[in-house]
């Protein structure tokens, strides 16, 4: 299993810009989608973003289209969610999460078996 590991949370003023980073140690990322989700207070957790390891079919939620782009970099295991026009309602913990057996493409949850332990990114408006 990959173990997965956020950094680049913190605080930021709306309107800002802010990267989120995500590291992969362990297990193969050859094949599988690679993603990000987020969960603010008192709400479930949202598909924000993912990028497959086939193909070029890069998801994204309709509240982050235009302001958030993903990518990654596969010699170094790092999935990046570069986070512009920052908004209050983008407060969340943002999680990565890879889906082994998704390589094409997903956005749902379910289909993503390794999580990391999240980081909290904080908008101040």
């Known amino acids: 299993q990959v173990h997965l590991v956020e950094s680049g949370g913190g605080l930021v003023q709306a309107g800002g810009s802010q990267r989120l980073s995500c590291a992969a140690s362990?297990?193969?990322?050859?094949?599988?989608?690679m993603g990000w989700f987020r969960q603010a207070p008192g709400k479930e957790r949202e598909f924000v973003a993912s990028?497959?390891?086939?193909?070029?079919?890069?998801y994204y939620a309709d509240s982050v289209k235009g302001r958030f782009t993903i990518s990654r970099d596969n010699a170094k295991r790092i999935v990046y969610l570069q986070m512009n026009s920052l908004k209050a309602e983008d407060t969340a913990v943002y999680y990565c999460?890879?889906?082994?057996?998704?390589?094409?493409?997903?956005?749902?949850?379910?289909?993503?078996?390794?999580w990391g332990q999240g980081t909290q990114v904080t908008v101040s408006s």
């Open positions: 990028v497959p390891s086939w193909g070029t079919s890069v």
């Open positions: 362990g297990g193969t990322l050859s094949g599988a989608t």
């Open positions: 999460a890879t889906a082994s057996a998704r390589p094409w493409g997903t956005t749902q949850s379910a289909d993503f078996d390794s």
